[in-house]
């Protein structure tokens, strides 16, 4: 047997970028290579190297960000031809147009065949799901769903509505301006996601009742008035309503095929709800029979229903210019989305007070029917607060809205510092000065992360505050 001593093989160890990173910084902070070497499961070497490669670490981690677990920093075979895919991605960005992981390999390829240089002496690139995968990965890429009206909005058309308001309201009172939008719910429907126990795999699905409502509320800027909810069904009379006066239901029942607001049925509410609920609300408060509705361009509104008001010409009418609902609109301003929390809560918080058995949870949904539902949507309704119903009008009208003075003014140095936090939350491994120096160092990433351009634009403003003279 040999007497020489058999040396064990040190198991390879790879780190991310993001660890490179902190051992440099450690290393930087006094602790020896001989240690980090240790702790890390590193070659000495190896860890030597870290430290040289310092700088190009640190700008990899800035393009990538915290969630980098890239472990290598080896290049693209196509530098240029990504660098001129992200501009473009990021183009498509600006203009809110949606891309697919198709659409990039496709671009990919052409911008490859647009290259210039000799085409005979160029390998052929071909692009896979694997190549699209190590894109994402390689630049930090996410592919996320569009956020719905928020992506066509005309900041342009909704500055003008603005000035164009206050002359509209200049004449009237809080309480008689006015606001009204529909939502569709869909009244029996559990939630989609559950809770399961480590050893199961998944949940059994329930068949979800697809039985959809429309509903529309109304309330003025004061947030002291509410109207009844308007509630569109899809049947004139359901059974479960067979006996019921529906004058006296608190909702103003209205019924379409589809259970959709339309022309003919918004024109009804205006002129035989709206008007006599709205007047008999300004004569108790002391104040002139007018007011201003403000709708959008939904297709179920009338756009010739002001003409029909010259029998009442206090009664107005303004829509909102297209493609500002989301920015305009009072009541897409957290109304509509408060409603539907609170339905969802009292609706489970009633199941729950029938009994938390499967057999009794059965028998409520079974027998919860949209008579139980409008009783349940008249009181989220009323839970919602007047100080809620004023509030929403802060984009349009801030003026009315009681107690805001505006947003509080924030020192510079404090935003600074709140930038400083954010920034290294980011990168831990960096610290953010004020610094021209240190501001620069993030520049690498500020193309491909809008948040980190705000961030350092704040340090920049306060470093030239205090300095005003050190940059120029």
């Keep these: 047997m040999s007497s020489k001593k058999v040396l064990q093989k040190r198991k390879r160890v790879v780190m991310t970028i993001q660890e490179k990173v902190r051992a440099c910084e450690r290393y930087r902070r006094g602790e020896s290579l001989h240690k980090l070497s240790q702790e890390m499961g590193a070659g000495l070497s190896t860890v030597y190297d870290w430290v040289k490669q310092e700088k190009e670490l640190k700008e990899k981690l800035c393009e990538q960000g915290n969630g980098c677990k ?16 992200l501009l473009w991605i990021s183009e498509m960005h600006r203009s809110n147009l949606p891309i697919s992981g198709p659409l990039v390999m496709e671009k990919a390829k052409a911008l490859y065949d647009a290259a210039p240089g000799p085409s005979g002496e160029r390998k052929p690139f071909g692009v896979s799901d694997g190549w699209l995968a190590k894109f994402k990965h390689r630049h930090g890429l996410q592919f996320d769903s569009m956020q719905g009206e928020v992506a066509e909005v005309d900041y342009e058309a909704a500055e003008k509505f603005k000035a164009k308001f206050v002359k509209i309201v200049a004449e009237y009172h809080p309480d008689q301006i006015f606001n009204a939008d529909e939502t569709g719910l869909f009244w029996k429907k559990l939630p989609h996601k559950t809770y399961l126990m480590k050893e199961e795999k998944r949940a059994s699905a ?5 039985d959809r409502i429309t509903l529309m509320f109304c309330s003025n800027a004061s947030g002291d008035f ?3 909810p308007v509630l569109v069904y899809k049947s004139k009379c359901p059974r479960a309503l067979k006996g019921v006066s529906i004058p006296l239901l608190p909702v103003v029942w209205m019924h379409n095929s589809k259970a959709w607001m339309t022309q003919v049925l918004l024109h009804k509410w205006y002129f035989s709800h709206f008007q006599n609920e709205v007047k008999l609300y300004l004569i108790s408060r002391g104040l002139p029979p007018k007011g201003i509705l403000f709708l959008d361009n939904a297709p179920g509104h009338p756009l010739n229903l002001q003409e029909f008001s010259e029998s009442n010409p206090d009664f107005k009418v303004v829509y ?13 301003q957290g109304v509509i989305a408060q409603f539907k929390c609170l339905y969802t809560r009292n609706l489970l918080r009633r199941m729950l007070h029938e009994g938390d058995t499967p057999d009794t949870i059965r028998t409520f ?6 008579r139980i539902a409008i009783q349940l949507i008249s009181s989220c309704w009323k839970e919602i607060k007047n100080s809620t119903l004023n509030i929403m009008w802060r984009q349009l009208w801030p003026d009315v809205v009681q107690g805001f003075e505006g947003f509080p003014k924030i020192p510079t140095e404090e935003l600074a510092q709140l930038a400083r936090i954010h920034l290294f939350l980011l990168f831990p491994s960096v610290e953010p000065t004020s610094t021209f120096s240190s501001i620069s160092f993030f520049l690498p990433v500020c193309r491909k992360s809008p948040t980190v351009t705000f961030l350092l634009s704040i340090l920049f403003i306060a470093s030239l505050k205090k300095c005003p003279q050190s940059h120029f």
């Design 70 to 85: 890239t472990k290598t920093m080896r290049a693209a075979q196509n530098e240029d031809m990504e660098t001129d895919l």
């Design 206 to 210: 329930v068949r979800q009742s697809k």
């Design 226 to 228: 509410r109207c009844k």
């Design 320 to 332: 909102f210019p297209q493609n500002t609902t989301s920015t305009l609109q009072p009541m897409d």
């Design 365 to 370: 949904w079974k027998n919860y029917n949209i």
